[in-house]
T-cell receptor, first 115, second 116 residues
Framework: AQSVTQLGSHVSVSEGALVLLRCNYS??????LFWYVQYPNQGLQLLLK??????LVKGINGFEAEFKKSETSFHLTKPSAHMSDAAEYFC?????????????FGKGTKLSVKP | GAGVSQSPSNKVTEKGKDVELRCDPI?????LYWYRQRLGQGLEFLIY????????KSGLPSDRFSAERTGESVSTLTIQRTQQEDSAVYLC??????????????FGPGTRLTVL
């Protein structure tokens, strides 16, 4: 069975500082991993996804994530935080069980950006 | 083009009442998913429709929950005899093919359900 763990339910950074949101996965097969962002009162929007084509994945809004098999990690980073990055971020892994349809989500990390 | 839409955006109901939540997927998307997001929690998978195949109901928490989908269009999630623990945001997502692990799921804005 697959699972993801997001370390830190809340992360606070200053504007212009590095953003690092942590995600570790557990999977007995090569995983497909996703990062979604949720702005207040909105649905989830895909930031980026790992599909085994490249270990460093670039997404929208300047975010990127690196797949590290040896560390079972898929951490999300952005070199310089902007106030508009304040949101909740979810890491997810594609479910290989059952119909192989759904995503399995972490509990989310709320990012605050201080001026 | 239009994204996934859901209605109503908010629903307040009394314990024991039935509710219906609606999802309109992106046109042409064959796969449709329902998830539940309870306060402070990640998203929990509820049910998955793929084309004309039998739905994957493995995530439904009890027999009070059911869902239907008309062809490859609208879906309705029904919760019977609502309980306070059903209070959550219910999110719908759709994807083009659904059967490929790399397919992107596009989410609607959700329906916030409050059971008093």
């Amino acid at each position: 069975a697959q699972s993801v763990t997001q370390l830190g339910s809340h992360v606070s950074v200053s504007e212009g500082a590095l953003v690092l949101l942590r995600c570790n996965y557990s999977s007995s097969v090569p995983p497909y991993l996703f990062w979604y962002v949720q702005y207040p009162n909105q649905g989830l929007q895909l930031l980026l996804k790992y599909t085994s084509a490249a270990t460093l994945v670039k997404g929208i809004n300047g975010f990127e994530a690196e797949f590290k098999k040896s560390e079972t990690s898929f951490h999300l980073t952005k070199p310089s935080a902007h106030m508009s990055d304040a949101a909740e971020y979810f890491c997810a892994v594609r479910n290989y069980g059952g119909s192989q349809g759904n995503l399995i989500f972490g509990k989310g990390t709320k990012l605050s950006v201080k001026p | 083009g239009a994204g996934v839409s859901q209605s109503p955006s908010n629903k307040v109901t009394e314990k024991g009442k039935d509710v219906e939540l609606r999802c309109d997927p992106i046109s042409g998307h064959t796969a449709l998913y329902w998830y539940r997001q309870r306060l402070g929690q990640g998203l929990e998978f509820l049910i998955y429709f793929q084309g004309n195949s039998a739905p994957d109901k493995s995530g439904l928490p009890s027999d009070r929950f059911s869902a239907e989908r008309t062809g490859e269009s609208v879906s309705t999630l029904t919760i019977q005899r609502t309980q306070q623990e059903d209070s959550a945001v219910y999110l719908c997502a759709s994807s083009f093919k659904g059967g490929r692990a790399t397919d992107t799921q596009y989410f609607g804005p959700g329906t916030r359900l409050t059971v008093l």
